[in-house]
């Protein structure tokens, strides 16, 4: 960083509020080194891993680092179908974040427009589901899954976990809905413009922040899933990158070098959506707790 | 073995992907374009998946679940070995094996087999395994089918065979070996110490003290599985009280748990335990991930308690260790017990049985009657297991440790009782309770008699 | 906008609005809210009710369940585990709140700060966020291996150990997360309070617990109901670092209900122990609601 923090916060105008305090806080420093070691050693721990061969590491001290570094874990992992594991669960995640979109935007933005018993019952509905933990429904739903004939397929998966996407998604867009001034919606309403166009031509484009915390919310929460993707699927055909990390615990077994190999792979896509869009990223997260 | 196996999953799967040739995935990717619209057009959407046809798409294919562990290459051979035959051609179709991770096999064979995606073929246990399929009418029987067809009559050991059944009437073919459970150890560690293989519990008991004093953990014990855990109990209550104490509970009256012999055994057990006779981490090692046989083979522990898999499992992860320290022995008599040292608890074999809701029975069971064709017992004993088909005896000087598997051979062959493992003879509802009351025992969170106490009250 | 997402205030609100001049703004028909609606229903409510139904019923999974009234709810009640269970994981929630809580807050509000190394300790931080539950109790799992791993001890196999490793690895995988919604809420406090309390002669830690954490009020509900709701479902965790042991010494009531549905195959009384969740749930969450005013934060969130 070349600038100084303080200036840069005084050229960029769109930041209110300054930061509390100017010094230095060398408790509260020492506390965050302290949980950079907490995070970085089992970070360290398995890089060095998961580049040592499985000979050496059933033997050796895994926190030193490799003697003689190799990459054959990773092509273990990769030729033991991982891009097919990738690439189910980033259909599942587009899919979701899909469905998410589709539905609950008109959703919100019914409930924020038009105010009627039967949108705030909808609303109700929403807010209650936020307590509903999705484990608590997983056998009726396997009844469900098994009865429509979905099961043990990525649909069976895609769908119970865009359901229970929703609600904190629909809370998310109301609120942000909720700031687009009245103001703006008269002017267009002046042009003529539809409901319709309004969502389109208005209303979305000023909901951006709080979309794309519904992006973030909803594909973290496929790309998390793993109790559905357990239950609902069996066989290699969608299997989703969770449930293939589960059993590689049996297929790899105490091949740890291996297995680590197999974490570090898993989390290099959502590392290089970090690195390509790391403030919408940062930003989405923190609009999922509420900004 | 590992990279073994890798390739071949990933063989498979890439196929599917290159040229949506592999049933299941075009299923899939059919319900999946179908599915995709259920968005905008729930309803639609899913009345069309609904319409779709089940895990094997194709009419001809039928599937078979099985145990994905280190054997599972006797069945992949076996599989393919049958697609390429007269019979699958005659049968019009073709077997697909999917190999379900060992860890969650009857629960994924359960939540598959109460959907419309359920296998044709299915391997388990046998007896209380797979009561509930039967009771829910989901299992062919084959009885008449075997008395009508000489290949299965006299391809198996009749009591193998029958030791399987349900009532009386058999649902299963044997396709893999006999799982005796056997006293492994590591030759180096006893040759070190000057220790004989324990013939009574005594011994075993000395042996133990001298490991410990030495440094090493007398017994690996995956504890977080807890099957393992059970085998001790199982033999324990053998050699103490014989197999009549189980065969009453098997049979069904809880009250058989009140044995003294139960409460004996599972003193002895929390003696060991105490000990330190198993170390003192067994409760965080596993079985299923190779924990325990890396202990093992690593020297960390001089004996381990296991099904004759352990053979093949060794001779996949650690090939030198198996072919040159691993020794094997009965388990030891106990003082005063009334059960025969040759009696022998574990699994007779596994089968495979047919789901009675099959597209194609006669496939299926064109493919059952080549477990007892000479190929396929030849790949078993060529994995170091031996085969319960009549021809065994003939082939076991081809295995790789020809000693191992006739001392296999005469265990069972000898053996005046062969105990089913309780869980499997108990099925998986009464077994999986059983197995959190044998956790709390070796965790030591319940007494010996508390466990007995709670056993009886297992319903 | 101080509207709250209960009834009386939001038609008071829709009166007033039709009462201003121009109005007339073409709105939405209510059926655009019906796909979502009908979806969400068919797939989380249906699901609620059945699970209810369920658990009056006895399921082996394979034949079609039968009615055998109260008996789930009486085993409920009767089994000790179900007791065991639901200590294990409100102490396990306490837990996860108060460790979690007390960094993230901490390492929130230092990361909103000014100093010059923050961006690239807050990367660092972020790693964990990378990656899945799963993929984070697997690492876990690698690493606290008796045998194999780093600490080479029996944690997960002493029922103090596996429980501290799931608080542990709950923490590892979601501080990050709890950090970045302080250091948010940290950052929205306006600079002039603490102007004001330093020409008052406030010091650093007056500072503290006068001005941040009063200010952090609502970041503090939000990010505790999260911490809550998250750690009635932590499931992987458990399944994957120690089967709910040793013994039945992690069994906490999600993972519980997953033993009786998917390993005793006894559904119905899965559904009763799955009802009961629900029931907690949502209890806890009202109270969590009425005890912090959960509406009044969404108020002043969205007044901003």
């Known amino acids: 960083m070349k600038t100084r923090p303080s200036d840069r916060e005084e050229s960029a105008p769109s930041r209110r509020h300054r930061h509390w305090t100017r010094r230095a806080n060398p408790v509260a420093g020492l506390g965050s080194f302290l949980w ?9 721990a398995m890089l060095s891993a998961s580049l040592t061969g499985q000979d050496k590491a059933l033997t050796g001290n895994p926190l030193k680092p490799p003697t003689s570094p190799t990459l054959d874990n990773y092509n273990t992992v990769l030729r033991s179908g991982f891009g097919h594991l990738l690439s189910n669960t980033a259909i599942v995640a587009v899919a979701v974040v899909g469905i998410v979109l589709v539905l609950s935007i008109p959703l919100a933005y019914v409930a924020v427009r038009t105010r009627n018993s039967w949108s705030n019952a909808a609303l109700r509905l929403f ?21 429509l004939d979905l099961y043990d397929t990525l649909l069976a998966v895609v769908l119970p976990t865009a359901a229970f996407a929703m609600p904190v998604s629909v809370l998310v867009l109301v609120g942000t809905l909720r700031d687009v001034s009245e103001d703006l919606y008269e002017a267009m309403a002046l042009d003529g413009a539809s409901p319709l166009r309004m969502l389109f031509q208005l209303t979305i484009p000023l909901a951006k922040g709080g979309i794309s915390t519904v992006v973030i919310y909803a594909a973290l929460q496929a790309w998390n899933g793993f109790l559905f993707p357990l239950i609902f699927t069996q066989s290699d055909g969608p299997r989703v990158l969770t449930l293939g990390l589960f059993n590689y615990v049996s297929q790899f077994g105490v091949n ?3 297995l680590l190999a197999s974490v570090v792979l898993s989390g290099i896509p959502i590392f290089v959506v970090y690195l390509v869009a790391r403030r919408a990223l940062v930003g989405g997260l923190m609009g999922v707790g509420g900004k | 073995m590992e990279s073994n196996r890798g390739r071949s999953y990933s063989g498979r799967s890439g196929a599917g992907q290159a040229t949506g040739g592999s049933p299941g995935n075009r299923a899939f990717s059919r319900r999946w374009v179908l599915g995709a ?54 049968a019009g179709g073709k077997v697909e094996l999917q190999k379900v991770p060992g860890s969650d096999y009857s629960p994924k064979l359960r939540t598959a087999m109460g959907s419309p995606s359920a296998p044709d073929v299915f391997f388990n246990w046998g007896g209380g395994s797979i009561k509930p399929y039967q009771e829910a009418d989901k299992l062919v029987d084959l009885t008449d089918i075997i008395e009508d067809d000489p290949v299965l009559k006299d391809g198996f050991l009749p009591s193998v065979l029958a030791a399987g059944d349900l009532k009386g009437r058999h649902y299963g073919i044997p396709m893999r070996g006999m799982q005796p459970v056997i006293l492994f150890y590591n030759k180096s560690v006893f040759a070190e110490h000057k220790l004989q293989p324990p013939t009574t519990w005594d011994q075993l008991l000395d042996n133990n003290a001298k490991l410990k004093k030495a440094k090493i953990t007398p017994f690996a014990l995956g504890g977080t599985d807890i099957w393992p855990d059970l085998m001790w109990l199982e033999y324990l209550v053998d050699r103490i009280g014989g197999p009549e104490v189980f065969r009453r509970i098997q049979d069904g009256d809880a009250e058989g748990w009140g044995d003294p012999a139960v409460l004996r055994a599972a003193e002895l057990v929390k003696e060991l335990v105490d000990d330190g006779a198993f170390g003192s981490k067994f409760t965080s090692v596993s079985y299923v991930n190779g924990g325990a046989p890396a202990v093992f083979a690593k020297g960390k522990a ?43 608890v574990g699994n007779p074999t596994n089968y495979w049985s047919i789901n009675s809701r099959t597209r194609n029975k006669d496939l299926a069971i064109a493919f059952l009657r080549t477990c007892a064709s000479e190929a396929y017992a030849k790949d078993l004993v060529d994995l170091g297991d031996v085969p319960t088909t009549s021809n065994a005896a003939e082939l076991l000087s081809s295995a790789p440790n020809p000693e191992f598997a006739r001392f296999q051979y005469d265990l069972v062959e000898k053996a005046p009782a062969f105990t089913l493992s309780w869980d499997q003879a108990l099925g998986d509802g009464l077994g999986t309770k059983m197995h959190t009351e044998i956790g709390k025992l070796f965790a030591g969170q319940s007494s010996p008699s508390e466990f007995v106490a709670a056993c009886k009250g297992l319903k | 906008m101080s509207a709250t997402l209960g009834k009386s205030t939001t038609l008071d609100e829709s009166a007033s609005l039709d009462k201003r001049p121009g109005a007339r703004v073409g709105r939405p028909h209510a059926v655009w809210a019906l796909p979502g609606v009908l979806f969400f229903t068919f797939f989380a409510i249906v699901p609620m009710a059945l699970a209810f139904y369920l658990s009056f019923t006895r399921w082996d999974g394979l034949g079609d369940p039968q009615l055998v009234g109260l008996a789930n709810w009486q085993k409920l009640l009767d089994d000790p585990r179900l007791t065991q269970s639901l200590w294990l994981t409100v102490s396990l929630t306490v837990a996860s709140w108060v460790f979690q809580t007390v960094v993230a807050l901490l ?10 190394n923050r961006a690239v300790l807050s990367a660092v931080f972020f790693v964990p966020l990378l990656l899945s539950s799963t993929a984070v109790a697997l690492l876990f799992y690698a690493l606290l291996d008796p045998n194999f791993g780093i600490i080479q001890k029996d944690t997960l196999g002493s029922s103090s150990g596996a429980f501290l490793a799931i608080v542990f690895v709950g923490g590892w995988q979601f501080i990050p997360f709890h950090t970045l919604i302080y250091q948010g809420g940290a950052r929205q406090i306006p600079q002039v309070l603490y102007q004001a309390a330093a020409i008052d002669g406030a010091g650093r830690y007056r500072q503290f617990f006068s001005i941040t954490l009063p200010q952090l009020r609502n970041t503090i509900t939000t990010s505790t109901v999260l911490i809550v709701v998250g750690s009635l479902t932590y499931f992987e965790t458990v399944l994957i670092l120690t089967k709910g042991g040793p013994g039945t010494d992690t069994a906490i009531l999600p993972y519980l209900m997953y033993e009786a549905g998917f390993k005793t195959y006894d559904f119905g009384y899965a559904s009763a122990i799955a009802s009961f969740l629900v029931l907690a749930a949502t209890g806890l969450s009202l109270l969590l609601v009425r005890l912090s005013g959960f509406g009044t934060m969404r108020s002043t969130r969205e007044g901003m």
């Open chain 3, 107 to 116: 390492l929130g509000v230092w990361a909103a700060g000014p100093q010059r």
């Open chain 2, 302 to 344: 001089a004996m381990h308690l296991m099904g004759s898999w352990e053979y093949s499992t060794q001779l996949g992860k650690f090939p030198d260790f198996a072919r040159k320290n691993l020794g094997w022995a009965a388990f030891p008599t106990v003082e005063d017990g009334t059960g025969d040292v040759r009696n022998v």
């Open chain 1, 36 to 44: 950079l070691v907490v995070v970085i050693v089992p970070v360290y």
């Open chain 1, 256 to 258: 740890i070098p291996a």
């Open chain 2, 37 to 90: 619209g259920a968005a905008s057009l729930l309803t639609t959407g899913l009345t069309a998946c609904g319409s779709g046809s089940g895990a094997g798409g194709d009419s001809g294919t039928i599937t078979a679940f099985v145990y994905g562990d280190d054997a599972v290459k006797v069945q992949q051979a076996g599989v393919s070995r049958f697609n390429k035959s007269a019979a699958a051609k005659k």
């Open chain 1, 127 to 147: 807010l209650l589901g936020v307590a509903i933990p999705a484990q608590a429904v997983v056998v009726p739903l396997y009844l469900l899954i098994a009865k």
